[in-house]
């Protein structure tokens, strides 16, 4: 659905849920799910309904993951590194992570 | 009784005069509930949520007692509320937790039930000192520096902000005049009956309840009564929706039913609802991550400052007037705790026309004349 701008920067190897993706120096985690084609990035605290990226600039918070191990982290403001690994947030974040 | 718009007027519209109001439309009678607006200064959004009984009594043995008596009718007005209105306030009494981070607060808990149980016509009820291991093995995560606890069997907690509006339910689904914006100014005997002036006009009534909180304080004197007050500020800090992970209360934090983390119990001598005083938060959820380690990287999601209905020794008020007679004053810190007592066991003596001094004499402001008392 998304295609990239000419100019994107080297390329760097993330992984979603395990599986890795290819992305480019100065993505951020939402945008790098975006152009892998990931449909959602987390599910609903209370009903479960799905979530993707959405208004890329920090204020909707639909676009939060785990990154290497935390919750809740916003994945627009987050650049992507070489290794990191994001995980699909499911329902409540659990305590601790 | 005729001419009168209403058997009984209550003044207050939150959880205390919505819970007295429930009780007196159960006895049948025609009850008009003033209340402020959306401003009102208003306890009953702030609150903690606790049905709560370790610590309390200390000074006056009888309210261990009426906190008790609450408590045991908890789980059953909870479902009469849920019967009448379809909505569940998530009661819970699976007991509760105050934790301590050094031995010196281990020790001074220790020593405050101890001269509490210790009080001459206490009402039996256990409350365990328990040491580090002993409170793991039921709060699995808790830091090295919780040293130990006291629990009691008898604590719960509820979805306050539910029941605040299923109490509104379920007094409109009974017939009760809910008129809000209806702040009342001043409020005189004449003929038998109660005239209430408000800013949208007079009511009558037979009788008058005063639920109004702090404004009890001005309001009380109206009709012979007293309310000394000193109103207090407390904070609460909320997390983002966690997976549940804390089955129990902790009287300084708990989980909800829908999974955030309140985080509370300041104090401050203030009146001041809109202000918030960030060290106090800071204090709150540091105190709370030394207890519970895990949540050192939960995000925060609101903050707000209340203030607590106070008397002037942190007992309740429940009076009726000699000089006005008909007319009654309920005032409270826990009236979430107090909840049940106020709709099944005042709401009906309003009713009657009279309290029952066998339970509530100890509460009445006469207290505050030590010299007239006798």
């Not at chain 1, 605290?45 to 979530?51: A, E, F, L, N």
């Not at chain 2, 919505?18 to 401003?39: H, I, N």
């Not at chain 2, 119990?265 to 202000?275: A, I, L, V």
Request: overall charge neutral.
């Amino acid at each position: 659905m998304f295609k990239r701008l000419g100019d994107a920067g080297a390329a760097v190897t993330l992984k979603i849920d395990g599986k890795p993706i290819s992305a480019r120096t100065g993505d951020t985690v939402a945008a790098a799910m975006l152009a892998a084609g990931v449909d959602h990035c987390r599910t609903t605290p209370v009903t479960g309904s799905p979530r993707a990226p959405y208004c890329l600039m920090g204020v909707c918070f639909d676009c939060l993951v785990t990154i290497d191990g935390v919750g809740s982290r916003q994945g627009c403001l987050v650049p992507v590194r070489e290794g990191m690994a994001v995980e699909t947030q499911v329902g409540k974040r659990e305590a601790g992570r | 009784m005729a001419g009168n718009d209403y058997d009984v007027a209550v003044v207050g519209g939150g959880l205390v005069g919505a819970a007295t109001s429930w009780g007196l439309a159960r006895e049948g009678l025609r009850v008009a509930l003033l209340d402020e607006g959306d401003r009102a200064v208003r306890a009953s959004r702030g609150n903690f949520a606790l049905v709560w009984v370790q610590s309390k009594g200390l000074g006056l043995a009888a309210y261990a007692g009426w906190t008790i008596r609450s408590s045991n009718a908890w789980g059953g007005f909870s479902d009469l509320l849920k019967q009448e209105t379809g909505l569940d306030v998530s009661f819970q009494r699976p007991g509760g937790f105050h934790l301590c981070l050094s031995e010196k607060e281990l020790e001074a808990r220790a020593n405050n039930l101890r001269r509490l149980h210790n009080q001459p016509g206490i009402v039996e009820y256990r409350t365990e000192m328990l040491d580090h291991g002993q409170v793991a093995r039921m709060l699995p995560d808790i830091g090295p520096e919780v040293v130990g606890a006291s629990y009691c069997p008898l604590d719960g907690h509820v979805n306050s902000l539910r029941l605040f509006r299923t109490l509104h339910t379920a007094i409109n689904a009974r017939g009760v005049t809910y008129l809000p914006s209806h702040r009342v100014e001043n409020i005189t005997k004449e003929g038998g009956e109660f005239r209430l002036t408000t800013a949208k006009g007079e009511i009558r009534a037979g009788k008058v309840a005063l639920a109004a909180g702090n404004a009890n304080m001005q309001l009380a004197p109206m009709v012979g009564l007293e309310a000394p007050m000193r109103p207090e500020r407390g904070q609460i800090v909320v997390s983002e929706r966690l997976r549940p992970f804390l089955h129990y209360p902790v009287v300084t934090l708990r989980q909800t039913d829908e999974g955030t983390v309140m985080m509370g119990d300041s104090k401050e001598e203030s009146t001041d609802p809109t202000g918030l005083t960030l060290g106090v938060s800071a204090t709150e959820v540091e105190r709370a991550v030394r207890q519970f380690p895990l949540l050192r990287n939960v995000n925060v999601v609101r903050t707000w400052s209340a203030i607590r209905v106070m008397t002037q020794d942190g007992f309740p008020i429940y009076d009726e007037s000699e000089s006005h007679p008909g007319a009654f004053v309920l005032c409270c810190h826990s009236g979430v705790t107090l909840c049940a007592n106020h709709a099944l066991t005042v709401a009906p003596m309003i009713a009657r026309g009279a309290l029952d001094t066998s339970l509530v004499a100890p509460f009445s402001a006469r207290r505050f004349h030590v010299q007239e008392a006798g």
